[in-house]
């Protein structure tokens, strides 16, 4: 049995119909790979795919060094609802299964696009306090006219983010209420290639969340896991961290997820997704806010991954990705002593 896979970078790269990465991406393939095979059944095999490019890997030999390591969840790899013998199941992990079928090409293409998680997210009420003035902007001319009309708060630090995306790439910020020449011509780049943008305040964030579900094909959507994510200042992904039964953030989180996976199955969506959040403090209240649906990540997500390496079966741990260790897997903390 063999599992096929593309990492985060290369898959979101294919739906914006941009080259796949080099050089560091290809690092964070090879890792996601590696993790990737924890979570499979016995006796499967993982390919990685980037580019042209096909590694092999061997799942069971895998399992056996995380292990070693102490780095295998049992727990959180049983929660996999692949985690069975048998071609069909193995085919939900498969980030690449879209390029059989043009039909779930294009909705995995439409699952994936921040405008759409955006205009969900305002419909359902789940864009808090200065977010409910997020815009979804389609030419330059409307970028400079929701400039001159949101709030002070929003214009003294905001972003345009591209629709289609990975780790916060391609992102256009800016502060006042002008959009400067130099802005406006990356704008007017991501508008040609994806349509729309995304204009949202840049705010103050506290803590970063995600939450993992999984679309059956009968349309139930399961809750698998939420998490702490932990990124650097600017937003870029490292590593996740496990999630406190009581946090009080949990529940809005929880409900933000539901929200999604029902409109992930409604789309025609089926398989593995994750659905990004933050806290954060507010500038224009002051309060201190939870946005519990930022984006929808239509895929196999590297939150789900850093599960099964010991973050989602309820032990309080870390997990994260780093490449410049010999470990095979990133670096793994425990984080009892944190909140």
Not at 86 to 111: F, I, L, M, W
Not at 135 to 154: F, G, H, K, N, Y
Not at 166 to 171: I, K, S, Y
Not at 252 to 270: D, K, P, Q, S
């Amino acid at each position: 049995m063999t599992t096929l896979l593309r990492c985060n970078p290369d898959f979101e790269m294919r739906l914006a119909r941009q080259p796949p990465p080099l050089g560091p991406a290809a690092e964070a393939a090879a890792l996601v790979a590696r993790l990737f095979a924890l979570a499979g059944p016995m006796g499967s095999r993982v390919q990685l795919l980037l580019g042209d490019a096909c590694t092999d890997l061997d799942g069971d030999a895998l399992r056996r060094q995380a292990r070693a390591a102490g780095l295998y969840d049992e727990t959180a790899a049983a929660a996999a609802p692949w985690n069975t013998p048998g071609d069909h199941a193995v085919a939900y992990a498969r980030d690449d299964r879209t390029a059989e079928n043009p039909r779930e090409e294009e909705v995995s293409a439409r699952c994936n696009r921040k405008d759409l998680s955006a205009q969900l997210a305002r419909s359902e009420g789940l864009e808090p306090g200065l977010f409910a003035h997020v815009r979804v902007v389609t030419s330059v001319d409307a970028i400079r006219e929701a400039l001159a009309r949101v709030p002070d708060a929003m214009a003294a630090h905001w972003v345009l983010k591209p629709v289609l995306g990975f780790a916060g790439g391609g992102r256009v910020a800016g502060r006042g209420r002008t959009l400067p020449a130099r802005a406006a011509a990356r704008a007017q780049a991501h508008l040609r290639r994806d349509g729309a943008l995304v204009l949202e305040p840049w705010v103050e964030r506290l803590a970063d969340h995600s939450t993992q579900l999984f679309v059956d094909d009968d349309l139930t959507v399961r809750l698998l896991f939420t998490l702490v994510l932990r990124n650097n200042a600017s937003g870029r992904y490292r590593g996740n961290a496990s999630l406190p039964a009581d946090d009080p953030v949990r529940p809005a989180l929880e409900r933000a997820a539901r929200v999604a996976g029902r409109w992930l199955a409604h789309a025609g969506y089926r398989g593995p997704a994750g659905v990004d959040a933050f806290v954060y403090r507010d500038p224009l209240t002051g309060a201190v806010e939870v946005r519990p649906l930022v984006e929808i990540n239509a895929r196999f997500t590297l939150g789900l991954l850093a599960a099964f390496a010991g973050t989602g079966g309820g032990r309080r741990a870390g997990f994260h990705f780093r490449f410049d260790t010999a470990q095979p897997f990133g670096e793994f903390r425990d984080e009892a002593g944190e909140r």
